[in-house]
């Protein structure tokens, strides 16, 4: 007998509130929530500005996914050790089969290649071949560097100098340079992202050295209450960081913003205050109205709790209120 669409959807709710989301699950369902707001704001507005407003929020939430593939694989060995990051470490695991099936694949195809044709660009050697043989001593060199030797320096240095900056290079030219042509939300998003990155290869390093602790040293030495204490930790250290760019995504496809003490700050620093007369700025930033920037108050800083979204509480409002008035 086959189950009803109820009974589905609460089996699989109890797998999620047991062994958590899958990434791909979690992907899917942000991609779902877009396409709702993008149909209750067609209603709202017109097709073409719901289409604007939707892809801009969905290009921060692209931008925070990629954060959060990051932190899959940095934790992928901690994984198991809280229960709702199972299924996303079982989903870590097959994603690394299928890949390493893949990586032997290509090598397979490349040593099929080499063996057919070891040289790229057959049509430079009827050019060269037209060279006078008095010109070989030079021609003959640049010849073997191009048909041998240039797609793999071409390929090393695209790997090793150009693909590790490719995001800073879009920051700068796009969220920097171009923006005039890139929207308040991604840039502020975007921005976050950068000074994220500059710290979390620390936080992955920790947990790291923290892993290898547990495995080199409490556990051979049968420190056994020691070794699950850590482990407890490790998996805790993971879950709040994956939560954390979950809900970065999460506020991302809303065209929302989220305030975290000093980064935020630091991030509207560059970016400047939300343009408050566009409906493509996304949602509400209260600590911008509060906050005299180069001049803010520490106790400002550290305070966590700006209101549901952002909005402000209803004790600042009705300050402003009175303000205007």
């Known amino acids: 007998m086959s189950r009803t669409l109820v009974e589905s959807f609460y089996l699989k709710l109890k797998e999620i509130s047991t062994y958590g989301f899958t990434i791909e699950e979690f992907q899917k369902a942000i991609l779902i929530l877009c396409f709702v707001r993008f149909l209750l704001y067609s209603f709202k507005y017109n097709l073409l500005t719901s289409f604007k407003i939707c892809s801009i929020g969905l290009i921060s939430s692209i931008l925070w996914a990629m954060a959060l593939n990051d932190c899959i694989g940095a934790y992928y060995p901690n994984l198991a050790l809280h229960p709702l990051l199972r299924n996303a470490y079982r989903e870590e695991i097959m994603y690394r089969e299928i890949s390493q099936y893949r990586a032997a694949e290509r090598v397979f195809d490349a040593l099929i290649k080499q063996t057919n044709s070891p040289y790229d660009f057959d049509w430079l050697t009827p050019i060269f071949a037209k060279f006078p043989p008095s010109l070989t001593h030079i021609t003959d060199p640049i010849y073997v ?8 320096t071409l390929s090393t240095v695209y790997k090793t100098s150009i693909k590790p900056m490719s995001s800073m290079f879009l920051y700068v030219g796009w969220v920097r340079v171009g923006k005039k042509y890139c929207p308040y939300h991604i840039r502020w998003h975007f921005t976050f992202i950068t ?9 992955f390093t920790s947990a790291l050295r923290a892993r290898v602790f547990l495995n080199k040293v409490l556990i051979p030495e049968r420190r056994y209450a ?8 490790l998996g805790a250290w993971a879950f709040v960081h994956i ?3 979950m809900l970065a995504m999460l506020h991302a496809i809303f065209s929302q913003y989220f305030y975290i003490p000093f980064l935020t700050y630091s991030v509207e620093l560059h970016v400047g205050k939300r343009p408050k007369d566009s409906i493509f700025s996304g949602g509400y930033t209260a600590w911008q109205d509060d906050f005299i920037f180069y001049n803010i108050r520490l106790r400002d800083t550290l305070r966590l ?12 409002r009705s300050g402003k209120k009175r303000k205007n008035n």
């Open 305 to 316: 709790w700006w209101g549901f979204l952002g909005k402000g509480t209803k004790k600042s």
């Open 243 to 245: 939560t954390f760019v």
């Open 195 to 203: 000074l994220y990155n500059t710290f979390m290869p620390y936080l």
């Open 226 to 233: 020691e070794a699950e204490n850590l482990r407890i930790y």
């Open 145 to 152: 560097f191009l048909r041998k030797d240039l797609v793999n």
